[in-house]
């Protein structure tokens, strides 16, 4: 996962409450070097989250809010973010 430095503090302790900034950008990259993939990217802005579905260049396939990305989303435990992996 890649996350920018306006989402960085907020990713790296994600609690239930916690509430991304305006300018916050997660996204996870396909990855270049085998040809195929699709990557996924989200950015906060004005208070929304829009989602972005990348090609193996970093181009945008698809944006705002599709459907499969704001529906999985809108059942994250935190602003609409999953977040990182935790320890047992």
């Known amino acids: 996962m ?3 430095d306006a989402a960085r503090l907020a990713y790296s302790a994600l609690v239930s409450d ?3 900034p305006d300018g916050s950008v997660l ?3 396909p990855h270049a070097g085998t040809g195929a993939g699709v990557g996924y990217a989200m950015r906060k802005e004005a208070g929304q989250w829009s ?3 990348l090609d193996v260049h970093g181009g945008v396939l698809a944006n705002g809010a599709p459907s499969l990305c704001a529906g999985c989303h809108a059942q994250a435990p ?3 973010v ?3 992996p935790r320890e047992p």
Do not use: W
Request: charge should be negative; proline fraction near 6%.
């Open 18 to 20: 916690t509430v991304f």
């Open 27 to 29: 996204a996870e990259l």
């Open 82 to 84: 999953f977040g990182p």
């Open 51 to 53: 989602y972005f579905q």
């Open 2 to 4: 890649h996350v920018n």
């Open 78 to 80: 935190a602003d609409r």
